[in-house]
């Protein structure tokens, strides 16, 4: 697929269908995996970009001016994700959107830095959707950056909240990947816990390299014989579904709560054994109470791209918080959409989303849901889907977190 | 104890998969010095066969079909690829399996999506064979170890009773006789590459719906096959035999030590405070194959039971 | 003729011819780099240049461990990896301004990764270089993963999947340049790509050089004229592991970011494969490669999302049908156009370049058929207006008579040079 | 008595039960050339590898000018002076002949393992290089690629990089191996001029060869030698005539 002539044509149509033939384009430069092991990540979420950009076109713009998404396929490689970077520059983008991997994200925000200290008048900003260490918002905090999903302290947060209510639970196994972001989940887990609920006691803290591990049965058998009650995992990827497959074949029971439960294919090589089993936080899901035109929204991407399940609404805020911003800043230049967009707080399907001014955090509610086999959409294709679980709403201020950033705003 | 029984059960049922896995390479590699890269590929190709047999029969059927196809695949590639390239020596050959293991998950990728597919344990294996300390071994895995038991006797039984078992084997250890002993060697060879690759499929049937059939699942089973051919040692299927319950033991009981650098090696002023005192020696066990490699490799190149070195 | 030659300097080549076939393209070379910034060319460009900088200096690297030594690594990344984590570092210090880092110009970093490059060579190949062959091989992709390993469990030089990050605009200026702007960053890598490939050149003439060539072609006999085989894989490995390291200073100042991927197995079977498709027998081969496989991997996926599936069909049409690379296939033309019939040769080559251009056009069709198909998005490969859906028979017909066509006219072409 | 070029005392090698080599004591003196025959499979390339250092003998010592070498490796002892030629031809197959001389001079000259030189750039090694080309009649093949050598000339180049480095004892292993008659006498010839004052020592099965060449000749068989004398001793001895019942060769040249 010929991903920018695709986003060209599909803006070039909805322009067609206005008439309006002198707008202008707002080039947003998506930079993610479009190949190889983590295509399928990627294209779930540059298909919403894609859509949320027709849906706004389609509606006249933002200040009149079309939206246009570029894909650059970066391999979830740092240095090549700079490179598509110079390359989305060079192609006049002025908004960078990703997600997939923190090391690419750490990567660009420390390129969007220099090159907007380097090169005034041409600055650039990013919106980060999915890269979830808490640091990015802390003590990395960026003017230039601002993040759309709760990070991982946020959604701990939300987890160890969930469990706090559960009388039920008294002991808790923290597994993870080694590395910065799966250590960050177990301290961030211990810390909460302790706080939240003293008694619990914390009976298994793993961490297993990164992506090497074949069969997590013996991890799991670990995990039924400490006797904990619940799960806590940030593990993504093969690490994540694998877990999970271990998990059922070994017919644990508990809770397990995950980040990236909802990620791509997990429900689907469960099956029947997830149910009960995979928990998940996001921002919302789409079995939800929402409203009709969300409904509809949900049936339409998947109509469009079939592989795909409505996964990253937070796509649809990104678009449209950005779109407010700008008609609210009444340009779209990216200085004084950033100003604006400060502070700016929209209505979604799930609730209220605020960008917080201090550190470019966004603040919402959160959801944890449960694999479920009654449920209005399901995922993969298969008839299993994500229900809210009992007292699984987190408000928005349950979730927030302290930053230490201190932020230095251009004049 | 119970460390001690979960270990000993998880480590012979994955290094049983492993040995599946491994067995066929070790033929190839024993045999025609070609270092098969796209060794994990083929165990993936039996996976996706076995899913869409499953799809259309039944798991039963793709049990047979599935290995006998990836075995097809493997003799149309020795004799249209790798047959070319031969004559420019091994590394041309071990670059061509390293160029086809890309090209077959990039096809993979296109005829099935870039996504997991839905192979699923039969149901007639779907259930927990027994249950100790709270944790159920699944009865499907049993099966894997039966397979691979019976797949063992099978080979052994190729190998040490056939008239073309005698000639492999020969070839196992003396592979320039093979061409004076006035046999077929180019058709030995595709025979060779065939079964080794149909028995890589036969792993995929088994393991894909353990694990995840999905295009990453040969990137990942990929170097580890090579450290059990390695560390067994070149033209020997005992060793590979060995070094696969030795990897998945290894594995397997590693997970079940807690225990930090620190606390081993606190003797020596070691704290749990700097960054080497912080590992545990769990959260190394999916690396130590490789240790395990390069030190086989160092001081006893011929592998645990080989006869010669590499 | 042995009776007119007097003394051994009627056997070197000449003076013009040394400077024809030894300083000429080098001094080309550096013209060219010279004369890019003239043309005022874009972002994407520089950044392509400096990549592919980079990956010439590292590709060559590499062709002296594989092309020159004979050895099969599958952890060359590791060097250059571990240079670079170096020079990120010696980045970080120059700004602190420490000690004597503050008197470092940044300008000269990657002699730092050179250094760090090395002495990982130093330490990884002492144990790895005494056997060459298979097990060189199977060390190289267990040390490989080690360390890549490892990176994820040291923060402190690692930096963890963010990895180390600095700012290049410090210490003192050389050349004028304070590396902010990309186009100054442009001459630093010019400059160092030039010194590298200068530097790997003139190893190749070098006694340790020739040692080397000497030891992949037949180690045995090494021993027998009084030098040790495994100290000269030794000594060669080391180096290769500093040029690596250069080239990993390099992409420190170029990149401003070092994380564990660069030591992952993806960069060392990328370089690998660099230098094979560029051709290893010659010493301009990787270069070839590293200019070609960069474009291919920063800009074929703009046009194509089954960009490696084309990247695997090029590597294993190289290896099966021209195992000497790009070079080999460069050079192997020049000489046949010099050669007894050029006219022929130039008809035969034709025709077996557009053999090789149909089954080509057989082959896009089908893969880009099938991935629109696959993915099921509903749309439809347009090349020039044209809409080949799956279920349009002119898309079946575009895959087969091309490919059949292309198959027959090559084969009709090999025909005739067996012929000739 | 002067000290002698060669000895080797009580040697023996042994691989599993086979005894390939069994008791062999020699001296050969500064200046010989001496001559090993004996039929095929009696251990005379063993014997090579065994002085040349690419075997450890089982038991015995090998002596170089009197300083013990065995157990030392290949290349330490080709520094003290022995070099050895191939059965085989044992080249560098992708260099130019000039190249493989070249390497062959490279160590006698003091090059080590230098990556701070230019190798062209040393006159004493480019000297010395054309000398042994042109000792070898090799001069006008010089910058062709050695795999694309005639064979004779092949064998030419085997010897050509054993005397590069100027060694003062040379094993010579079956250098008129597949030649005919013409190219048999050129090697005589070039041997002869090639090892001038120097000790040599040749295995060869050709008896024209080692009656022309040979000041001494000892006979190995299965492993033990039988005789050493001078030839016109040797083809009177009865013991090597009947080691050699059956064998075409040594008894038409003893006729």
Same mark, same amino acid.
């Given at each position: ?8 044509? /599909? ?121 979830? +260490? ?54 961030? /887990? ?42 806590? +995992? ?11 497959? /271990? /998990? ?164 | ?34 270092? #098969? ?171 894909? #719906? ?47 030590? #807690? ?52 | ?158 930096? $963890? ?14 050349? $004028? ?76 100042? @170029? ?85 007894? @019939? ?79 | ?13 042994? &691989? ?98 230098? &990556? ?94 080692? &009656? ?44």
């Amino acid at each position: 697929m010929n991903f920018r002539k695709t986003a060209i044509l /599909a803006a070039a149509t909805s322009v067609l269908a206005l008439g309006a033939a002198s707008a202008d384009t707002i080039k947003f430069a998506f930079i993610d995996p479009l190949s190889g092991p983590f295509g399928p990540s990627g294209e779930a979420a540059y298909t919403s970009y894609q859509l949320a950009a027709e849906h706004i076109n389609e509606n006249g713009g933002v200040n009149g001016d079309m939206i246009e998404i570029m894909g650059y396929d970066n391999k979830v490689n740092p240095k090549e994700s700079l490179v598509q970077f110079q390359k989305a520059i060079d192609d006049g983008a002025r908004y960078i959107v990703q997600g997939n991997g923190s090391s690419v994200a750490a990567a660009l925000i420390e390129a969007v830095n220099k090159h907007n200290k380097r090169n005034p008048g041409d600055e650039v900003l990013f919106f980060n959707y999915a890269a979830v +260490t808490p640091a990015f918002t802390n003590e990395l905090c960026s003017f230039w950056h601002f993040r759309f999903d709760a990070h991982a302290d946020m959604k701990m947060a939300a987890i160890t909240d969930w469990i706090a209510e559960r009388d039920d639970i008294k002991s808790v196994y923290l597994i993870g990947q080694d590395y910065v972001f799966g250590q960050a989940v177990a301290s961030a /887990a211990e810390g909460q816990l302790s706080e939240k609920r003293p008694d619990i006691e914390i009976v298994g803290n793993e961490l297993h390299p990164l992506g090497k591990v074949k069969d997590f049965t013996p991890y799991i058998q670990k995990i039924i014989s400490s006797g904990a009650d619940a799960v806590i +995992t940030g593990n993504w990827g093969a690490d994540m579904q694998l877990l999970m497959k /271990a /998990a059922a074949e070994s017919g644990s029971e508990v809770p397990y709560l995950t980040f990236y439960g909802g990620s791509k294919g997990a429900v689907a090589s469960l099956g029947e054994d997830g149910i009960g089993l995979l928990h998940q936080v996001s921002e919302g899901i789409t079995n939800l109470e929402a409203s009709d035109e969300q409904y509809a929204l949900i049936e339409e991407y998947k109509e469009r791209f079939p592989d795909y399940d409505y996964y990253y609404h937070r796509v649809w805020n990104v678009m449209d918080m950005f779109k407010k911003a700008a008609e609210e800043a009444g340009t779209n230049d990216p200085i004084p959409v950033a100003k604006a967009l400060e502070g700016l707080s929209i209505e979604h399907a799930y609730g209220t989303a605020t960008m917080r001014a201090e550190d470019h955090q966004i603040q919402q509610p959160l959801y944890i849901s449960v694999v479920s086999d009654d449920v209005k959409y399901g995922v993969d294709n298969i008839d299993l889907g994500w229900e809210l679980v009992d007292a699984g709403t987190i408000s928005m201020d349950a979730a927030e977190q302290p930053t230490t950033c201190e932020m230095e705003r251009p004049e | 104890m119970e460390t001690i029984v979960f270990g000993l059960l998880n480590g012979v049922s994955y290094g049983l998969l492993l040995f599946m896995l491994s067995s066929g390479l070790t033929l190839i590699f024993s045999m025609m010095g070609v270092l #098969n890269f796209a060794h994990a590929a083929f165990y993936m190709l039996g996976a996706y066969f076995a899913f869409t047999i499953t799809g259309s029969s039944s798991f039963w059927i793709a049990l047979f079909i599935a290995p006998v196809l990836v075995g097809l695949v493997g003799a149309v590639v020795e004799r249209y690829g790798l047959r070319r390239v031969h004559p420019n020596g091994h590394v041309a050959e071990l670059l061509f399996t390293f160029g086809l293991a890309y090209l077959i998950e990039e096809v993979v990728k296109i005829v099935y999506g870039k996504t997991a597919v839905d192979y699923r344990v039969p149901e007639l294996l779907d259930f927990a064979a027994f249950e100790i300390y709270g944790a159920s071994f699944p009865a499907y895995r049993i099966f894997v170890i039966f397979i691979a038991v019976a797949m063992l006797v099978g080979l052994w039984f190729l190998l040490k009773r056939t008239r073309a078992g005698l000639i492999i084997q020969a070839a196992l250890t003396h592979p320039h006789m093979v061409g004076h002993l006035g046999h077929n060697v180019p058709f030995i060879f595709m025979m060779v590459f065939g079964i080794g690759c149909a028995l890589a499929g036969l792993a995929g049937v088994m393991a894909g #719906n353990i694990f995840v059939t999905d295009p990453a699942m040969a990137v990942q089973m990929g170097p580890i096959v090579f450290v059990v051919v390695v560390v067994g040692g070149i033209g020997s299927l005992e060793g590979a035999f060995l070094a696969s319950l030795l990897i998945g033991l290894l594995q397997n009981f590693a997970v079940g030590i #807690n225990l930090k650098f620190a606390e081993i090696f606190g003797f020596l002023g070691m704290s749990d405070l700097s960054e080497v005192g912080r590992i545990s020696v769990s959260s190394l066990a999916p690396v130590l194959p490789f240790l395990l490699l390069v030190l086989i490799l160092i001081f006893r190149p011929q592998g645990l039971l080989g006869e010669k070195e590499l | 003729m042995s009776e007119t030659t007097q003394s051994f300097t009627d056997l070197a080549p000449s003076a013009g011819a040394k400077f024809r076939q030894r300083t000429l393209p080098i001094l080309i070379f550096a013209a060219i780099l010279f004369a890019i910034p003239m043309v005022g060319p874009s972002r994407t460009f520089y950044t392509l240049a400096h990549q592919m900088g980079i990956n010439i200096v590292f590709a060559l690297s590499y062709n002296m461990v594989l092309g020159r030594g004979g050895l099969l690594s599958f952890g060359h990344a590791v060097y250059f990896g571990l240079g670079g984590y170096l020079a990120m570092h010696a980045m970080n210090w120059i700004e602190d301004g420490a000690g004597i880092w503050g008197s470092v110009p940044m300008f000269l970093l990657p002699l730092v990764g050179f250094a760090g490059g090395a002495v990982a060579g130093a330490v990884i190949g002492w144990p790895s270089c005494r056997k060459a062959g298979t097990t060189f091989a199977m060390i190289s992709l267990g040390v490989a993963e080690l360390i890549f390993a490892a990176a994820f469990m040291f923060d402190s030089f690692f930096g $963890g999947e963010q990895g180390i990050s600095g700012d290049r605009m410090n210490g003192i200026e050389l050349f $004028g340049l304070s590396l902010g702007p990309i186009d100054e960053v442009y001459w630093f890598i010019a400059f160092w790509t030039v010194i590298g490939v200068i530097g790997m050149w003139a190893f190749t003439r070098t006694p340790l050089g020739k040692l080397s060539e000497a030891t992949r072609d037949n180690a045995q006999r090494v021993q027998f004229i009084g030098y040790n085989p495994q100290r000269v894989r030794y000594l060669v490995f080391i180096a290769a592991g500093g040029f690596a390291g250069l080239a990993g200073g390099m992409a420190a100042v @170029n990149y401003e970011i070092f994380t564990p991927d660069a030591l992952s197995l993806v960069p060392s079977g990328f370089v690998l494969i660099m230098a094979y498709v560029g051709g290893i027998t010659f010493f301009v081969g990787p270069i070839f490669g590293a200019i070609l496989l960069t474009y291919m991997q920063s800009m074929l996926s703009d046009f194509t999302e089954a960009w490696l599936l084309y990247l695997g069909v090029l590597f294993i049409a190289i290896v099966m049908f021209a195992p000497r690379g790009i070079a080999g296939i460069v050079f192997g033309f020049l000489d046949g156009v010099r050669g007894d @019939n050029p006219g022929a040769y130039l008809g035969r080559w034709l025709m077996r370049l557009l053999g090789i251009l149909l089954m080509l056009m057989g082959l896009i069709v089908l893969v880009e058929v099938s991935v629109r198909w696959s993915n099921g998005y509903g749309e439809v490969y347009e090349p020039f207006g044209l809409h080949l859906g799956h279920e349009n028979v002119l898309s079946w017909v575009l895959v087969i008579v091309p490919a059949i066509a292309g198959v027959w006219i090559t084969k009709r072409a090999s025909k005739e040079e067996e012929a000739a | 008595m002067t000290t002698p070029a060669l000895s080797l005392k009580n040697l023996n090698k042994s &691989f599993g039960p086979a005894k390939i080599i069994n008791d062999v004591s020699l001296d050969i003196a500064p200046g010989e050339r001496h001559a090993i025959i004996g039929p095929n499979g009696a251990g005379k390339s063993t014997l090579f590898n065994l002085i040349s250092g690419l075997y450890t003998p089982t038991s015995g010592t090998v002596a170089l000018h009197g300083r013990t070498i065995s157990g030392m490796p290949p290349h330490e002892i080709n520094k003290l002076g022995l070099s050895r030629s191939f059965q085989v031809s044992n080249i560098f197959t992708n260099m130019t002949v000039r190249e493989n001389v070249r390497c062959g001079v490279l160590h006698s000259m003091g090059q080590g393992y230098a &990556f701070w030189k230019n190798i062209g750039s040393n006159k004493a090694v480019q000297q010395k290089t054309w000398e042994v080309l042109e000792h070898c009649a090799l001069t006008d093949k010089a910058n062709v690629p050695a795999a694309l050598l005639p064979y004779a000339d092949q064998r030419a180049l085997e010897i050509a990089i054993t005397i590069a480095g100027g060694a003062d004892v040379i094993l010579l292993d079956e250098p008129t191996a597949g030649m005919s008659h013409s190219e048999t006498d050129r090697a005589v010839d070039l041997i002869r001029r090639a090892t001038e004052g120097k000790t040599l020592v040749i295995v060869e099965h050709d008896m024209g060869v080692i &009656f022309d060449l040979a000041d001494r000749i000892s006979v190995l068989v299965y492993g033990e030698i039988i005789a050493s004398a001078p030839p016109s001793e040797i083809r009177g001895d009865p013991a090597v005539r009947e080691a050699y019942l059956g064998d075409e060769e040594l008894p038409e040249v003893m006729a």
